[in-house]
């Protein structure tokens, strides 16, 4: 049985409007679930409590961001999956997971396909894969536009040259033993799955012989910069400097799309 | 595994990198190597190799098991296997290692310890013959 965490306020109340065809598709599917409706957020690891029984084969978080991150935060004493049904269209973990839609949602939990994940945290906001921070100028430049096809199509997606990359004066603090500063012109941080510190950080600077690259190892990361800097997932920005990033300690397994099949549309 | 000369340039995959633009302070510590060819302020402690870049200015003190100097070190050094202060490098610092080369024009300021090599045990083993009490 699938527990499914509803939060029938995301998304601007769509849960209401579409309650009656998800069951439906829950029951096409032969999907055996409970519903519980979630009052408020801060009341989730209660409405786990109560409802977490033997046979409950995964936790599901129908709703948005905030949903996602409330169910995640309850889920740390329990060893069950988790699954994300989205009813935002600003869920990101949703969105990294290849889940565009509810109806994709339901899909994936009736293939029920886990896959262990590293999660990593910025403020209260969750991860996972990859993320990117930048001068404004450089992410539009160099990360957003190349990914933007009509700018493709017309060959406008050039990049800058190294010499014209904007840098910011930034400093980091790994693990409270490492103060790093330096003009940085990007940072990238990957999630990995093994080893002793969890987060591999790229540190790109602006030399004159073009960018240097710097690589640390933390599990936490506080990042302050003269200039406010976005950090990018995807193509969604999640959050500003100055921002701590951390890697959850403890990987959680986690319902997707399997590899091979695309999600198609009902 | 000891480096030559080509991974002063050509360091691809180090597990630990500071770039020549940056600027650390505190303690580092890795179970892979590390290259340093920014300003480096503390205490570095690798399990395996450290090489310190040719523009590197570092003011710690480092133990690893191979350490490579090409830039300034200010600290002492202590190297399990093997260190090696080449042509650029300047060391201000007692150091410690098991081997050590310093190329011409090298600098070392201050007192060099050898470490002996731990003697390896023999391998085979003595035979005798044990005489039977005769009743």
Same mark, same amino acid.
């Given at each position: 049985?699938?527990?499914?965490?509803?939060?029938?306020? =995301?998304?601007?109340? !769509?849960?209401?409007?579409?309650?009656?065809?998800?069951?439906?598709?829950?029951?096409?599917?032969?999907?055996?679930?409970?519903?519980?409706?979630?009052?408020?957020?801060?009341?989730?690891?209660?409405?786990?409590?109560?409802?977490?029984?033997?046979?409950?084969?995964? =936790?599901?978080?129908?709703?948005?961001?905030? *949903?996602?991150? #409330?169910?995640?935060?309850?889920?740390? %004493?329990?060893? !069950?999956?988790? $699954?994300?049904?989205?009813?935002?269209? *600003?869920?990101?973990?949703?969105?990294?997971?290849?889940? /565009?839609?509810?109806?994709?949602?339901?899909? *994936?939990?009736?293939?029920?396909?886990?896959?262990?994940?590293?999660?990593?945290?910025?403020?209260?906001?969750?991860?996972?894969?990859? !993320? +990117?921070? #930048?001068?404004?100028?450089?992410?539009?430049?160099?990360?957003?536009?190349? %990914?933007?096809?009509?700018?493709?199509?017309?060959?406008?997606?050039?990049?800058?040259?190294?010499? %014209?990359?904007?840098?910011?004066?930034?400093?980091?603090?790994?693990?409270?033993?490492?103060?790093?500063?330096?003009?940085? #012109?990007? !940072?990238?941080?990957?999630?990995?799955?093994?080893?002793?510190? @969890?987060?591999?950080?790229?540190?790109?600077?602006?030399?004159?012989?073009?960018?240097?690259?710097?690589?640390?190892?933390?599990?936490?990361?506080?990042?302050?910069?003269?200039?406010?800097?976005?950090?990018?997932?995807?193509?969604?920005?999640?959050?500003?400097? /100055?921002?701590?990033?951390? =890697?959850?300690?403890?990987?959680?397994?986690?319902?997707?799309?399997?590899?091979? *099949?695309? /999600?198609?549309?009902? | 595994? $000891?480096?030559?000369?080509?991974?002063?340039?050509?360091?691809?995959?180090?597990?630990?990198?500071?770039? @020549?633009?940056?600027?650390?302070?505190?303690?580092?510590?890795?179970?892979?190597?590390?290259? &340093?060819?920014?300003?480096?302020?503390?205490?570095?402690? =690798?399990?395996?190799?450290?090489? &310190?870049?040719?523009?590197?200015?570092?003011?710690? %003190?480092?133990?690893?098991?191979?350490?490579?100097?090409?830039?300034?070190?200010?600290?002492?050094?202590? $190297?399990? @296997?093997?260190?090696?202060?080449?042509? +650029?490098?300047?060391?201000?610092?007692?150091?410690?290692?098991?081997?050590?080369?310093?190329?011409?024009?090298?600098?070392?300021?201050?007192?060099?310890?050898?470490?002996?090599?731990?003697?390896?045990?023999?391998?085979?083993? /003595?035979?005798?013959?044990?005489?039977?009490?005769?009743?």
């Amino acid at each position: 049985m699938y527990l499914l965490l509803v939060n029938p306020k =995301a998304g601007n109340k !769509l849960y209401r409007r579409i309650e009656r065809r998800f069951i439906g598709l829950l029951n096409r599917y032969k999907i055996k679930h409970k519903i519980v409706v979630i009052g408020d957020l801060s009341n989730t690891p209660d409405l786990l409590k109560d409802n977490v029984k033997d046979n409950t084969r995964a =936790a599901v978080a129908v709703g948005g961001n905030g *949903t996602v991150t #409330a169910v995640i935060d309850a889920l740390a %004493n329990y060893n !069950l999956p988790l $699954a994300i049904i989205p009813t935002t269209k *600003t869920n990101h973990l949703a969105r990294l997971l290849g889940i /565009p839609n509810w109806q994709a949602g339901v899909r *994936t939990l009736a293939r029920h396909h886990t896959h262990e994940k590293r999660l990593g945290k910025i403020g209260q906001r969750y991860f996972m894969g990859e !993320l +990117t921070i #930048a001068p404004k100028r450089n992410l539009i430049k160099n990360i957003l536009i190349p %990914n933007n096809r009509l700018k493709r199509f017309f060959g406008t997606n050039r990049p800058l040259l190294p010499k %014209n990359q904007h840098s910011v004066a930034c400093q980091l603090k790994l693990d409270n033993e490492l103060e790093v500063s330096g003009q940085l #012109a990007r !940072l990238d941080i990957h999630l990995v799955e093994e080893g002793k510190k @969890k987060m591999l950080i790229r540190f790109y600077t602006v030399a004159e012989t073009g960018t240097e690259m710097s690589v640390l190892w933390a599990n936490k990361l506080e990042v302050e910069s003269s200039l406010n800097m976005p950090i990018v997932s995807g193509n969604e920005t999640l959050a500003n400097t /100055p921002a701590t990033i951390q =890697a959850i300690t403890k990987t959680i397994e986690v319902i997707q799309p399997s590899p091979k *099949t695309k /999600p198609k549309r009902d | 595994m $000891a480096k030559d000369r080509k991974d002063f340039a050509d360091f691809n995959q180090p597990d630990t990198l500071i770039g @020549k633009e940056v600027v650390v302070e505190g303690s580092l510590s890795s179970e892979g190597d590390i290259q &340093i060819n920014g300003r480096f302020t503390g205490s570095i402690e =690798a399990v395996s190799d450290i090489i &310190i870049g040719e523009h590197a200015e570092v003011k710690a %003190n480092i133990s690893a098991a191979n350490v490579y100097v090409a830039g300034e070190v200010e600290g002492d050094i202590q $190297a399990t @296997k093997r260190l090696e202060i080449l042509e +650029t490098g300047r060391v201000n610092g007692n150091v410690t290692s098991q081997a050590m080369s310093i190329e011409p024009g090298g600098i070392l300021k201050g007192s060099s310890t050898m470490q002996e090599t731990a003697e390896q045990a023999p391998t085979a083993q /003595p035979t005798y013959e044990v005489e039977e009490e005769k009743e």
